[in-house]
């Protein structure tokens, strides 16, 4: 039954993202790089927040739990502002790197375009948020021990697996929209991503609770999705072409 878990849990956490990962990333080796550099910024903005964390913790009275509770929320809410921050100066560092490479390039042209960035970027970034949240996670269902036992949720590991499929694929939108809102200077979009993160961020503090977290963030998941699909050039007109398309093969093979 662990193992069951264990896979299970595993698959849905990070099959699409893997699956993302081998269709559209590992056959480019630069799409590689930049991937595995925004998973490294994402490991920095993590290191700096837990380190800011950690010495709030040992400066304050380890035994006042309304304090440590509203620390655990201050270092929730200053670590998704730094990721975001993070973010922006990776989007920064990849515009440098992509005039660069138009530079030097015979066409004179870079090889990759910035929205191409975005989304490998994004998905950098889910991926090392998702391998975090739900690795200790995968290690406990392989056991000892019975959940629920004491009268916590048996649900435990299926919802956490849910919570890192949504924030692996909401990096991936916020990457793309984040981008387009410093390409085209729209700062609310910034402030927008940043915002929902933000709330996204605080849903999961109402684990376990599960009723009242994972159904919102779903719902914005699904909203970033429609967003990112708009901001990285696709229209209503491209969805009903491949639509058409589909039904015109679907029939000829009939």
Request: proline share 3%; glycine share 8%.
């Amino acid at each position: 039954m662990t193992a069951a878990v264990f896979f299970g849990c595993a698959f849905i956490a990070f099959g699409p993202a893997f699956s993302l990962f081998i269709f559209t990333i590992a056959k480019d080796p630069l799409r590689v790089i930049i991937l595995i550099a925004g998973a490294f910024f994402w490991l920095v903005s993590l290191l700096l927040s837990s380190l800011v964390w950690f010495i709030a913790m040992k400066a304050t009275n380890a035994q006042d739990l309304t304090l440590q509770k509203g620390l655990l929320i201050f270092g929730c809410m200053f670590s998704v502002i730094l990721q975001e921050v993070f973010r922006f100066g990776y989007y920064r560092l990849l515009r440098k790197a992509n005039e660069g490479l138009a530079a030097i390039s015979e066409e004179e042209s870079s090889p990759i375009s910035v929205r191409e960035m975005a989304y490998v970027a994004g998905l950098g970034f889910g991926i090392m948020s998702g391998a975090f949240s739900m690795i200790n996670t995968l290690s406990d269902s392989l056991g000892p021990g019975t959940v629920g036992m004491f009268g916590d949720s048996q649900y435990y590991f299926i919802t956490s697996a849910l919570m890192t499929l949504a924030l692996t694929l909401l990096h991936t939108f916020w990457g793309v929209v984040f981008f387009d809102g410093c390409e085209s200077k729209r700062w609310w979009v910034i402030a927008a991503v940043l915002c929902l993160h933000l709330v996204v961020s605080g849903l999961s503090l109402l684990n376990p609770f599960y009723v009242a977290s994972i159904p919102p963030v779903y719902v914005i998941m699904l909203l970033m999705a429609v967003w990112a699909f708009f901001s990285s050039g696709g229209s209503l007109h491209n969805l009903t072409l491949l639509w058409t398309c589909k039904r015109s093969n679907a029939e000829t093979s009939s």
